[in-house]
């Protein structure tokens, strides 16, 4: 049993799961220029389904569009550009301080994963570096990339 980020509903969970910790700018929404962050491209979001299904995986959402968002309001808006998946859940936004990877690892704490692979095109993971896929900003996630993301998935 494990408490989602949304307020504070219980969720069970009597199977342990596969995770992708999932950016969105750089990673679903390609930056093209360095002041002009994209749209999510149906691409990149395709590449997310293969990895979701051949990964056996769900999502949790590291991106600062969690921000301000539930659970519910991220499934729909990547479910309205083609996301196939279960977003599960969203990291912890309430660590002063913290980077990306801290907060990765403070939602690990919480909650058992059979393996979770981190999708990001920041490097900033500290000691889960050894669990990300890091995309090119300007090109997002690529079908290349699915082959190491599953095989961390399945770590």
Same mark, same amino acid.
């Given at each position: 049993?494990?408490?989602?980020?949304?307020?504070?509903?219980?969720?069970?969970?009597?199977?342990? !799961?596969? +995770?992708?910790?999932?950016?969105?700018?750089?990673?679903?929404?390609?930056? !093209?220029?360095?002041?002009?962050?994209?749209?999510?491209?149906?691409?990149?979001?395709?590449?997310?389904?293969?990895?979701?299904?051949?990964?056996?995986?769900?999502?949790? +959402?590291?991106?600062?569009?969690?921000?301000?968002?539930? +659970?519910?309001?991220?499934?729909?808006?990547?479910?309205?550009?083609?996301?196939?998946?279960?977003?599960?859940?969203?990291?912890?936004?309430?660590?002063?301080?913290? #980077?990306?990877?801290?907060?990765?690892?403070?939602?690990?704490?919480?909650?058992?994963?059979?393996?979770?692979?981190?999708?990001?095109?920041?490097?900033?993971?500290?000691?889960?570096?050894?669990?990300?896929?890091?995309?090119?900003?300007?090109?997002?996630? !690529?079908?290349?990339?699915?082959?190491?993301?599953?095989?961390?998935? #399945?770590?």
């Amino acid at each position: 049993m494990w408490r989602s980020r949304d307020a504070g509903a219980l969720c069970y969970s009597f199977v342990t !799961r596969r +995770v992708i910790f999932l950016d969105i700018d750089g990673v679903l929404a390609p930056i !093209r220029t360095w002041d002009r962050y994209g749209d999510l491209d149906s691409a990149c979001i395709q590449v997310l389904n293969e990895m979701v299904a051949d990964g056996g995986a769900d999502v949790v +959402v590291t991106s600062t569009w969690r921000h301000g968002k539930t +659970v519910a309001e991220l499934q729909g808006m990547l479910q309205a550009q083609g996301f196939a998946g279960l977003v599960l859940d969203k990291t912890p936004t309430d660590i002063p301080g913290a #980077r990306r990877g801290d907060e990765i690892a403070a939602w690990l704490a919480e909650h058992a994963v059979d393996g979770y692979v981190i999708i990001d095109d920041h490097a900033d993971m500290g000691e889960l570096h050894t669990h990300l896929v890091q995309t090119h900003p300007a090109h997002g996630l !690529r079908p290349a990339d699915v082959p190491r993301a599953i095989a961390l998935l #399945r770590r």
